[in-house]
């Protein structure tokens, strides 16, 4: 699998996670998504690469980015949150940019509910961070960075 030598990534992050710091900290800590987005900028300044990050609670405003992201960008890191188990749409949309991509989830998936066991997206990706808390988002620019440079 050859992928574009374009230095910038995508981050995407899916419905609610504009709420990170005050949904379930529980289950999500304490981290804003501002911190979030400052910890995958830090993580990609080191490996040498830059990052543009978007949230949308909308199915569509996620689909249109990472269609214009084929043209601009060398791959994309989506926590697609509940479209995860729901979205068809951004699962076919990854799949025809042909960029390389990295499925990030702050909590480990398989010990919550049963229907977040099933994921649309990690049919589609390239690599998948589950659990690993807020790092997760530096593990998966780090792995975005040894994608890009096969």
Do not use: C, W
Request: net charge negative; glycine share 8%; no cysteine.
């Amino acid at each position: 699998m050859t992928y574009s030598a374009k230095r910038t990534i995508l981050l995407l992050n899916g419905p609610n996670l504009n709420l990170l710091g005050t949904r379930e900290p529980e289950i999500y800590g304490h981290d804003t998504l501002a911190d979030v987005e400052r910890l995958a900028m830090q993580a990609a300044a080191e490996q040498q690469l830059d990052l543009e990050a978007l949230q949308s609670n909308h199915e569509g405003v996620l689909i249109d980015a990472i269609h214009e992201a084929r043209l601009s960008k060398g791959g994309i890191i989506i926590n697609p949150g509940a479209f995860t188990h729901t979205s068809v749409a951004i699962a076919d949309a990854l799949s025809g940019v042909s960029l390389p991509v990295v499925e990030v989830h702050i909590s480990n998936v398989h010990q919550r509910e049963a229907f977040r066991h099933h994921s649309y997206v990690s049919a589609v990706a390239s690599s998948i961070i589950i659990g690993a808390g807020v790092n997760g988002y530096r593990l998966a620019v780090q792995q975005m960075a040894h994608l890009l440079s096969r």
